[in-house]
T-cell receptor, first 114, second 113 residues
Framework: DAMVIQNPRYQVTQFGKPVTLSCSQTLNHNVMYWYQQKSSQAPKLLFHYYDKDFNNEADTPDNFQSRRPNTSFCFLDIRSPGLGDAAMYLC?????????????FGPGTRLTVL | GNSVTQMEGPVTLSEEAFLTINCTYTATGYPSLFWYVQYPGEGLQLLLKATKADDKGSNKGFEATYRKETTSFHLEKGSVQVSDSAVYFCALSDLSGDYKLSFGAGTTVTVRA
């Protein structure tokens, strides 16, 4: 089945130690998104890619970076995690021009910062 | 700009009860409307969708009708089960805009046996 995969499902890091979360998709969608979600709140969009074009949200901290080496993969880098960065990180994809423009979400990575 | 206002929770129900979660929206263009469900510890799953006025989305016994005159997309299920316990998010995507999703705050639903 076509899907969005996130690894790892659970990640523990130390305060200030860089961490990378990964996302891959077999849907061949050209748009990929990264969200941060805290405590069953609504997901907050951090940034997204239209193909290779990177679009950062205005209020996304500089501590968060992203890479998309090809259509299938996208990475979220947190350069110096703080305690406030502990959250669920969700990756999603969509196909530009699709009728509904629905987004397909991965299972998420739960990040713990010690 | 676009926004979604969703009924606040938490909502606690008994099995076989009727569930309604209200959702209203504001959009500058012609939005598609969605309900996503998030089970504990999981990502978001699309529950149902509608793209134009009077469309009814349905899935797993849940229904929602796109009401343009009241700018609403209320979620309903006639008989809930314990397995329906989850957080429900109403969302819109404005196809004349930037294709981002605008989410409501989410409603936590707990169904007791």
């Amino acid at each position: 089945d076509a899907m969005v995969i996130q690894n790892p499902r659970y990640q523990v890091t130390q305060f200030g130690k860089p961490v990378t979360l990964s996302c891959s998709q077999t849907l061949n969608h050209n748009v990929m998104y990264w969200y941060q979600q805290k405590s069953s709140q609504a997901p907050k969009l951090l940034f997204h890619y239209y193909d290779k074009d990177f679009n950062n949200e205005a209020d996304t901290p500089d501590n968060f970076q992203s890479r998309r080496p090809n259509t299938s993969f996208c990475f979220l880098d947190i350069r110096s995690p703080g305690l406030g960065d502990a959250a669920m990180y969700l990756c999603a994809t969509s196909m530009e021009g699709a009728t509904f423009n629905e987004q397909f979400f991965g299972p998420g990575t739960r990040l713990t910062v010690l | 700009g676009n926004s979604v206002t969703q009924m606040e929770g938490p909502v606690t129900l008994s099995e076989e009860a009727f569930l309604t979660i209200n959702c209203t929206y504001t959009a500058t263009g012609y939005p598609s409307l969605f309900w996503y469900v998030q089970y504990p510890g999981e990502g978001l799953q699309l529950l149902l969708k509608a793209t134009k006025a009077d469309d009814k989305g349905s899935n797993k016994g849940f229904e929602a009708t796109y009401r343009k005159e009241t700018t609403s997309f209320h979620l309903e299920k006639g008989s809930v089960q314990v397995s329906d316990s989850a957080v429900y998010f109403c969302a819109l995507s404005d196809l004349s805009g930037d294709y981002k999703l605008s989410f409501g705050a989410g409603t936590t639903v707990t169904v007791r046996a």
